[in-house]
């Protein structure tokens, strides 16, 4: 059968019955932002965002001829930060790589809010404990929900029982001129030159609803960071800290203390709080704002090893910024700035720190369910494991972020000094709300919020051998605030690119943000739902 045909009842691969590996490939969109694969599912084609951080599979449907092989009348809702999905749960033939997977329980989309258009859906690869097992649960049973509402990849691996219950994950990067360097998504198989991923320590699951293990420690610049507090997940001895792993999360959730540590070790980086214009960086939260060709060393320690993350990983970049909007012409200011890609996220009780794409990057992933059985609670016998090989090796990786922002800022506007770039919109939002009291249009006090310069990049010195962020460290000195091209309306317009109906230069950030169950415990004010399976 060739991949991407529809679905004839019966045919495809039988789970582990394949003598080679069999690559379903993982694509990254949005710069880095999101990662897909195609399915087909009742006979039609579907890119969906692969999510170790969920489980359900859902697909925007409508306006296809959809060959279903049943249907429920249950209607379902969940919600995202950045929007919602409404549907029916239905059942059809689903097809992923080589393998058919007959009469697969999913939700028909029928409203999906705030999604990119090319995407059509999403499969969850954690475990049965959402929306559509609980609910065939809550109504059928038990039984009927380990029977008709497994996730694909649980109801795959019943095809076989004696075959191998793992998948393994690679996220792709992609390089300055575009080309997306490797990405691997297997069933029950490991990427050729990548076996030794076997022989990796086994991170056993400490939470049942995600992959959730332990983290040993956190170091910056060689020196462990010592300012976790206890962890919300009391069994865990102290000093460790429950860690999901999310391959649908674009940017890693860490407690507000963390992240300042990690940036305040960047030499030329300062603080804002607000809303920054025309990023992802939005409502009342601290962001770092990083001169573009400066980072950090951050080493994760899991199960005893180090697993170093690219310095790529650490910063956002934006090439043009939108201040504002008058008269249906945007404002973009002709720089280029760099955020803080590592985020503040506090515990909401069942783990302490989400490390999604950012770090899923940096190494080659094996997710094992050993003896489990739905929904989990009650596993004997091997818990679900993960296993990791790092992917990063620390001294290439600086040569290749130099390289990386070399090019990309060869091809963008020229970068903003931090401190300067704050001392403009601080401008701007003096002058946004002075238009604001004389009844002007242009007046947008929230656009650019409270911006204030707040502590000082750390001493390298300190760094002992760690000689790259003191390299980098002076070329970011380099970048002095007379090469920055910025200026503001009706102080320095030539310096203004006044562009009509343009929103910058740079896609949108994805940030499915999820719930581990459907109260508000885990909700947080400001940026909605925090986790969701």
Known sequence: MVYGQSLESGSGAKYGGL????????????????????????????????????????????????????????????????????????????QIGPYVIPNQVFISATKVDSFPGNVKGLIGMAFDTATIFQTLMGTWGLESAQQLGRAPITNLFTQNPSAPAYFDLQLSRIDADGAEQGGHFLFGQHAKGLEAVEQAPKLERIQMDHWTVALDAMTINGKQYTGWNKSAVPSLPEGKIATVFDSGFTYPQ????????????????????????????????????????????????????????????????YNGVKLDTVDGIDMVANTTICLN????????????????????????????????????????????????????DREKAWAEFNDYIAQKLAGF???????????????????????????????????????????????????????????????????????????????????????????????????????????????DAERGALYRD
């Open 19 to 94: 003598s080679s590996p069999a690559d379903i490939g993982v694509i990254a969109q949005f710069n880095d932002s999101m990662y897909t694969t195609e399915i087909v599912l009742g006979g039609q084609n579907f890119t969906v965002v692969v999510d170790t951080g969920s489980t359900d599979l859902w697909v925007d449907a409508r306006g296809l001829n959809l060959k279903t092989t049943n249907n429920t009348g249950f209607n379902v809702n969940f919600s995202y930060a950045i929007g919602e999905v409404e549907g029916e749960i239905q059942y059809a033939d689903l």
């Open 413 to 523: 506007a020229p970068p903003a000094d931090p401190a300067s770039f704050v001392k403009v919109l601080n401008a701007y939002t003096s002058q946004s709300q002075s238009g604001a009291s004389s009844g002007s249009s242009s007046a947008s006090a929230d656009a650019a919020g409270d911006l204030a310069v707040s502590g000082a990049a750390s001493d390298t010195s300190s760094n002992g051998s760690d000689k790259h962020s003191g390299d980098f460290g002076r070329l970011a000195a380099g970048l002095s605030a007379a090469s920055v091209a910025i200026g503001l309306i009706g102080l320095s317009v030539s310096l203004f690119m006044c562009i009509r109906g343009v929103k910058g230069r740079r896609d949108a950030q994805y940030k499915p943000l999820r719930l581990p169950k459907e109260d508000a415990a885990g909700l």
């Open 254 to 317: 860490i407690p507000e203390a963390a992240v300042n540590a990690i940036y305040s070790s960047i030499p030329g980086a300062v603080t804002y709080h607000g809303p920054i214009p025309g990023t992802d960086n939005v409502g009342d939260v601290t962001s770092w704002i990083v001169p573009c060709n400066a980072s950090t060393n951050l080493t994760f320690t899991l199960g005893g090893q180090e697993f170093p993350v690219h310095p790529r990983d650490l910063i956002t970049m």
């Open 341 to 392: 890609t590592w985020q503040v996220g506090e515990p909401v009780g069942e783990y302490d720190i989400l490390l999604g794409m950012a770090f899923l990057r940096n190494v080659y992933a094996s997710f094992h369910y050993g003896d489990y059985t739905p929904p989990g609670n009650s596993t004997t016998g091997q818990q679900p494991y993960v296993q990791f090989l790092s992917l990063t």
